[in-house]
């Protein structure tokens, strides 16, 4: 299993609703993660994560991505925040 270092994105606005979780419908979590710790997920997640909207590139700035997890789902033990 590969780790990836992200970090919490915070969202000033209170309002605003982030996408649900498609598998237990809680609102997921935005990260931002580095190009180059997005080039450690397998090429297939990758791409999945990308159709899927869960990774959005350039989000945040350029080489920057947003990415979107869910607290409920993942192991969080395998992720550095």
Same mark, same amino acid.
């Given at each position: ?8 994105? @915070? ?10 979780? *498609? +598998? ?8 931002? #993660? ?9 090429? @297939? ?10 990774? *959005? +590139? ?8 947003? #990415? ?14």
């Amino acid at each position: 299993m590969k780790t990836i270092s992200v970090t919490k994105v @915070f969202n000033l606005n209170e309002n605003y609703r982030f996408p649900n979780c *498609k +598998l237990c419908n809680n609102e997921l979590t935005p990260f931002s #993660i580095t190009e180059e710790e997005l080039n450690k997920l397998d090429f @297939f997640i990758k791409k999945t994560f990308i159709e899927a909207e869960i990774v *959005k +590139l350039n989000e945040i700035s350029q080489g920057k991505h947003l #990415i979107y997890l869910c607290k409920y789902c993942l192991d969080w033990s395998q992720i550095q925040c």
